[in-house]
């Protein structure tokens, strides 16, 4: 399977670390550090969109990197992260968005996305956990995605 790079996605999306929307996006994934579960989201909608749609990810406060549990997690899948800084969110990029989804981690109060039609997906946070666990998450949040993007084709055409 033709796995998209995070590079290629990223220039698309968010500038990594700056704050700056740089297109609009479909789907704006959202946690706290924006190192684990949006992350994942964010790859997996964009390799499984295959161009249709795209996906960004933000944090209310993002991490220097991705956790290193999830970056193996999703390298044994063919879609390594970059090493690279998390995106802090901001208003503009959540209301540019056709859907905002929090990954469970109660960052509504914190977001300025909570004006917005802001999507719950609870998920248990990877950080930390074995692999078998993250393998876990990271599948569960496949599925989320397959579904997110069908209903995306059901009413965008």
Same mark, same amino acid.
């Given at each position: 399977?033709h796995?998209?790079?995070q590079?290629e996605s990223r220039? =698309?999306? =968010?500038?990594?670390g /700056?704050?700056q929307?740089?297109?609009r996006?479909?789907v =704006?994934?959202?946690?706290?550090?924006? *190192?684990?579960r949006?992350?994942?989201a964010? *790859? =997996?909608f964009? %390799?499984l969109?295959?161009?249709r749609y795209?996906?960004a /990810?933000?944090?209310?406060r993002p991490?220097?990197?991705?956790?290193?549990e999830?970056a193996?997690?999703?390298?044994e899948?063919g879609?390594?992260?970059e %090493?690279?800084p998390?995106?802090l969110?901001?208003?503009?990029a959540?209301?540019?968005?056709l859907?905002v989804i /929090?990954?469970g981690c109660?960052?509504?109060? *914190?977001?300025p996305a909570a004006?917005m039609?802001?999507?719950?997906w609870?998920?248990? %946070?990877?950080?930390?956990?074995?692999?078998q666990?993250?393998?876990r998450?990271?599948d569960?949040i496949?599925?989320?995605?397959?579904?997110?993007i069908?209903?995306? %084709?059901r009413?965008?055409g």
């Amino acid at each position: 399977m033709h796995r998209r790079s995070q590079n290629e996605s990223r220039a =698309l999306n =968010l500038s990594r670390g /700056s704050g700056q929307s740089a297109t609009r996006s479909a789907v =704006l994934f959202v946690c706290v550090a924006n *190192a684990g579960r949006s992350r994942m989201a964010e *790859a =997996l909608f964009n %390799d499984l969109a295959r161009g249709r749609y795209l996906a960004a /990810s933000a944090g209310t406060r993002p991490a220097r990197r991705p956790h290193p549990e999830v970056a193996a997690a999703m390298a044994e899948i063919g879609l390594p992260l970059e %090493d690279l800084p998390g995106t802090l969110i901001t208003a503009e990029a959540a209301e540019s968005a056709l859907r905002v989804i /929090s990954m469970g981690c109660n960052v509504r109060d *914190a977001c300025p996305a909570a004006t917005m039609n802001l999507q719950e997906w609870e998920l248990d %946070d990877p950080k930390g956990r074995s692999p078998q666990e993250v393998a876990r998450i990271r599948d569960e949040i496949e599925t989320k995605v397959r579904n997110l993007i069908a209903a995306l %084709d059901r009413e965008l055409g």
